[in-house]
């Protein structure tokens, strides 16, 4: 039986099967059309019946059940404890998008039509230059308002390509266009190299949103787990330079704080598809030395939050992160931050971009786009 979906990028499938890792080569010289990542992921799910085939896990035991037949896919696809390798062969690892492209593949999940068109674009930044993709609605009426997107990986790993289903799903369901930033990786990129060049891809859409039809008095930020600590640095850089602060930041379970020994990383120290010593190894290749992990920078929660614009935090409840996230959210509304905090049950860590099978991710981007919604004037 087909079942219609709201599924992530095709090329995403394709470029794994070619060994590609974490996306597919591009010509970096000029201006892409990146056409075939127009799947939408709106569509509802309301066929599939997904059931694990095993016991939930020791380190989640009330998961939900389509989240625990995503991660026994991951599994099942083989892949070596990312923090036993170095950070090429880390690259080269299955990813959860790969887990999810194969359980739809599994369940003969069908792609609808597309609802957003795709560009992909080198733009100039410190050291050099990055890539970007700009999604944009192929329904309403420009200049569209923008949100920058920032997508997750330890600093270290993944890329636009691994994360699309977070992206592109905020820009079908918000009618914004969205900026999905490339940056640089440790350990050959060293901190604060990729908030660096976060910084300057906010001030690039800011000067250049109206070259693609965006609306440069109407920008917004997201992003996922380390995106979502270069997200909310974004907004204190603007706040410190003195530049247009963000209307609204969306922070998905967004790297907070330095202590690893909090009640979320003891508790899910062996979770899927991240865990405590995958923390450990994102700081060892991201970081100079431990000591940077308490840069405010790094560590959230111990930033001046004052002035920082309206915040949407998503946690997810099986993940070393979620004690950060919540302190975050409490820091926020103490320097009288408008913030919300939602906290999705059964669960994991990356579950936001998988909206094509976990109805929570679902969830979780509408409640993310009717913020941003409501922040943009859509």
């Known amino acids: 039986m087909k079942i219609k979906v709201y599924p992530l990028l095709k090329p995403i499938f394709f470029c794994a099967l070619l060994s590609i890792a974490f996306g597919c080569k591009k010509d970096p010289a000029k201006d892409l059309p990146e056409k075939k990542a127009n799947d939408s992921i709106v569509s509802e799910n309301k066929d599939a019946d997904l059931k694990p085939v095993g016991p939930a896990p020791e380190w989640g035991k009330n998961i939900k059940p389509e989240m625990a037949v995503v991660i026994e896919k ?5 892949g070596k404890p990312i923090e036993t390798l170095d950070a090429k062969e880390a690259r080269l690892q299955p990813t959860p998008t790969d887990a999810v ?27 050099g230059k990055t890539h970007i993709r700009i999604y944009t609605p192929k329904a309403g009426k420009a200049p569209f308002p923008v949100v920058v997107y920032y997508h997750g990986g330890g600093f270290v790993i993944a890329n636009i390509n691994v994360y699309n289903g977070g992206a592109q799903g905020l820009c079908e369901q918000t009618g914004a266009i969205v900026v999905s930033v490339e940056y640089p990786k440790g350990p050959e990129k060293k901190f ?24 440069p008095a109407k920008i917004a930020v997201a992003g996922e787990s380390a995106g979502g600590n270069l997200a909310a640095n974004v907004s204190m850089m603007a706040r410190d330079k003195k530049i247009m602060v963000p209307l609204y930041a969306v922070l998905v379970y967004p790297v907070a704080n330095n202590n690893m020994n909090a009640e979320s990383y003891t508790k899910y120290a062996m979770a899927k598809p991240l865990n405590k010593a995958m923390m450990g190894w994102f700081v060892k ?62 669960v ?21 786009a009717k913020k941003l919604k409501s922040a943009l004037g859509l």
């Open 101 to 127: 492209m194969a359980v739809m593949k599994d369940h003969n999940m069908t792609m609808p039509l597309p609802l957003c068109d795709t560009i992909g674009k080198d733009i100039p930044v410190t050291g």
């Open 285 to 346: 290749n991201y970081l100079a030395n431990e000591a940077q992990a308490a840069d405010p920078r790094i560590s959230l929660v111990k930033a001046n939050l004052a002035g920082f614009p309206p915040t949407l935090i998503i946690g997810a409840e099986i993940d070393p992160l979620q004690t950060e996230g919540k302190l975050l959210a409490d820091k926020l509304k103490a320097a009288n931050v408008d913030t919300e905090y939602k906290l999705y049950d059964g």
């Open 192 to 215: 604060p190299a990729a908030h660096n060049v976060a910084f300057d891809a906010y001030q690039w859409v800011l000067n250049n949103a109206a070259s693609f039809n965006g609306n």
């Open 348 to 368: 994991t860590h990356e579950f936001f971009g998988m909206a094509a099978v976990v109805p929570q991710a679902k969830d979780a981007q509408g409640l993310a």
């Open 74 to 78: 991951l599994v099942s696809l083989g």
